[in-house]
């Protein structure tokens, strides 16, 4: 079965800041895996999707990597804006059709 | 192009009533999944659609049942409802070679 997990639950940085967030899966046999933004009370955002056999996707200020062997992915952020605070959730599917499962997600907060 | 669409965006029912909450999915996407979203939790996987049939279902009873439709549109249904289910119900579609692209959600609060 498998399980994603972020970490770490939030984050606060100071408006310029570099960060990375984290999502780590149980199953490395994923078909791809996916970074949403949500805003408080609002629906998901896709970021970034990379396919199983891509190592990273780019778009941006934003760059996601996979790894499957370790079963991690990375999102980095680069000069963090106040705008970029929100909640990022990573999320992986097993096959072509399968469903999506999703991590708890990271809390960002980028203060100016 | 519209995205995925859902209806309504906000519901207040009282416990023990039916609702019925609707999605429209972004144009050239055939499948159809939904989600439910409790108060800082990530989604969790309610059913998914495709064809007009449910191919896959999530930890949910019974009480949630589906429905999609030749156009690809789809219909969530919860019966008896408990205070437990009020939540950010979500709706997804996609097609074969892309990712998940999501609607704004159904707030849904039982009272």
């Known amino acids: 079965k498998q399980e994603v997990t972020q970490i770490p639950a939030a984050l606060s940085v100071p408006e310029g800041e570099n960060l990375v967030l984290n999502c780590s899966f149980t199953?490395?046999?994923?078909?791809?895996l996916q970074w949403f933004r949500q805003d408080p009370g609002k629906g998901l955002t896709s970021l970034l999707l990379i396919q199983s056999s891509q190592r990273e996707q780019t778009s941006g200020r934003l760059n996601a990597s996979l790894d499957k062997s370790s079963g991690r992915s990375t999102l980095y952020i680069a000069a963090s804006q106040p705008g970029d605070s929100a909640t990022y959730l990573c999320a992986a599917t097993k096959t072509s059709y399968d469903k999506v499962i999703f991590g708890p997600g990271t809390s960002l907060s980028v203060i100016p | 192009d519209a995205g995925v669409t859902q209806s309504p965006t906000h519901l207040i029912k009282t416990r023990g009533q039916q609702v019925t909450l609707r999605c429209s999915p972004k144009s050239g996407h055939d499948t159809v999944s939904w989600y439910q979203q409790a108060l800082g939790q990530g989604p969790q996987f309610i059913f998914q659609?495709?064809?007009?049939?449910?191919?896959q279902r999530g930890n949910f009873p019974d009480r949630f049942s589906g429905h999609q439709y030749p156009n690809y549109s789809s219909e969530l249904n919860v019966n008896a409802l408990l205070l437990g289910d009020s939540a950010l119900y979500l709706c997804?579609?996609?097609?074969?070679?892309?990712?998940?692209?999501f609607g704004s959600g159904t707030r849904l609060t039982v009272v």
């Open positions: 997804a579609s996609r097609t074969l070679d892309y990712g998940y692209t």
């Open positions: 199953d490395s046999a994923i078909y791809n």
């Open positions: 659609y495709y064809e007009e049939e449910e191919r």
